[in-house]
């Protein structure tokens, strides 16, 4: 007993960095990561001439290009969202029931956008979008063209950001379907009279609940913080008007920046929690496209 | 010409015996065609992906191969000269930096990363471990206009630190090469720590009592079993926040915009914006490719180290 517990002591022991050392180097860190972090609080509610004041909160909100980059952002959002799970629930649903041969194809298609940077999947849109509408005013390419990059419904925005976001569903629904006895529950739904799409909402949905909540989460926090697409494409959408605005107003831009941070982060944040511990297979996924 | 008739050719339908052979195929044949079926549910899918994926993609490989016809400034004609062209003058100097500030800013943060992930399991505080583990995965996808702002806030030209610190006089900027690798680390550290903190947390108290029970020394132990085991995890860390940072646009772009560094993501960008007048759009095209192809070769490099390191863990 005595010498098992030495033994653990001495395997305690082994260590690379002493305990103060250690310390000294995750204060500093913190620091590092806080630090931006008050400062731009600090320049967002302090202003030098008049003291602590919410003005430039005030003052985003007030710009006449807000609004409309708000309320673009959030249609974005939600047309990504319901995309996405439209199109990536019933797929994975089927993959899983009636094609598991396909399903290293599907991995490897989903797994594409990883090699594409944000900034060339845009340039590839954009040389495509040109020479469709090089074709003239009228012809069919020009008027998809012009369809899929209408200024008020940006559907080529909407399936580039469910690309972008496709190797981290792909990965979450994949394995929250594995847990699952799918063909047992299917079958049985199946068997009591149940139809194809209520099996889907009603069976399969609420036992894939966390995965789905967890990209719809990711999904969010991607479309509220996307700049490069939306800026390569010409969208004013909140990250773009943001830079826009920053050159006549930078306390404005900060301010309203800091918010839509906080909400990224606290969707993050409840994601990583509802998922629970962070598999290390997640680190390749979750390398998001936003930086 | 010959008069065997095979199977196939003949008639079917008539003869019992016919009939009941062709009735025993279709039951053969059901599973095949059941597969060969199977992927027609698929369908919306890989029409979704095709276009928002497959096409973009192709229309930037095709472009980048193929130039304004000198005769006929219309028509386009295939060439290498977009890629000849992105490996010379500022086309080549963006590239060239790129890859030298990803180099360092990945180096920088894989090593500031892992010592701190061994730093925060040094602790044994499972607290903190929880608090850590939930921030890294936030803080790694953190980035964008957001993280470009709060750096200029902190140490910008008129940034608060910058002035308590007077980092002017000290030869700082921010809107430099040394201000992207400082800024990147916020996402990179966070990166390395997320992908090297499991394999380390793993690293099993009893391998650690058994090397001590041998009289292994702390060194002995982490030269003949520690490292070994987690450099798999180590060196796809590092891989992975090279390709984050040679990826970088959006912070580096609300950061320094159109000029003051040479970066190649800034280069598309400008290569883009100025349309096609000087065949610029297709250089940026062929720029584009070489990206994925960097892209694509981090990927492969990755995904078997990190197979690698996963294998202890089963």
Known sequence: MVQMRQSTRAARGIRVVAPGLSWALIILVALYIAVPMICALAFSIYVPTTGFTFEPYVESVRDPGFFGALSLTL????????????????????????APRWRPVMEILCTIPLVVPSIALAAGLVTVLRSMASFGRGSAPAQISQLLQNPDLPIVLVGSYIVLTLPFVFRSLDAGLRTIDLRTLVESAHSLGASGATVLRRVVLP???????FCTFFCIALCLGEFTMAVTLGYRTLPVWLTQIAGSNFRASI???????ALTWALLIAMTVLAGRAAPARALALKGHES | MTLTVTRSDAPSGTDPVDRAADLVHSLHARPERRVNASFM?????????????????????????RVADVN?????????????????????????NSLQISVIAALTGGIIGLALAQAILTTRSKKLTAVVTVLTSVLANSGGVPLAFSF?????????????????????????????????????????????????????????????????TSWHFWKKVGLPIATPAILGGFVLLFGASFATHASAAALIGGGGVPLITLRIDSGLAGGNLAGQENVAMALGVNMIIVALLVLLVYM???????????
Do not use: C
């Open chain 2, 72 to 96: 006929d400034p219309g028509n386009y004609v295939p060439s290498l000269a977009n890629f000849v062209a992105s490996f010379r003058g500022a086309s080549w100097d963006a590239m060239q």
């Open chain 1, 75 to 98: 249609l974005i959002t939600v047309l990504t969202v319901v995309g996405l799970l439209a199109i990536m629930v019933p797929t994975m649903v089927y993959l899983h029931l009636k």
């Open chain 1, 255 to 261: 301010s309203m920046s800091l918010l839509i941070n």
């Open chain 2, 152 to 216: 200029i806030a902190a140490v910008g030209n008129a940034g608060i630190m910058t002035g308590l610190l007077s980092l002017t006089e000290l030869g700082f900027t921010l809107y430099s090469s040394g201000g992207l690798i400082l800024m990147y680390q916020y996402f990179l550290i966070p990166t390395m720590v997320m992908v090297v903190l499991p394999t380390l947390a793993g690293l099993r108290l009893e391998w650690k009592e058994a090397a001590a029970s041998v009289g292994a």
């Open chain 1, 207 to 213: 036992n894939i609940k966390g995965p789905v909540i």
């Open chain 2, 304 to 314: 078997p180290l990190q197979k690698r390191s996963l294998k202890w863990f089963k």
């Open chain 2, 41 to 65: 549910g698929l369908i919306p899918f890989l029409v979704f992906i095709a276009l928002f994926l497959g096409v973009p993609v192709f229309g930037i490989v095709l472009a980048a191969f």
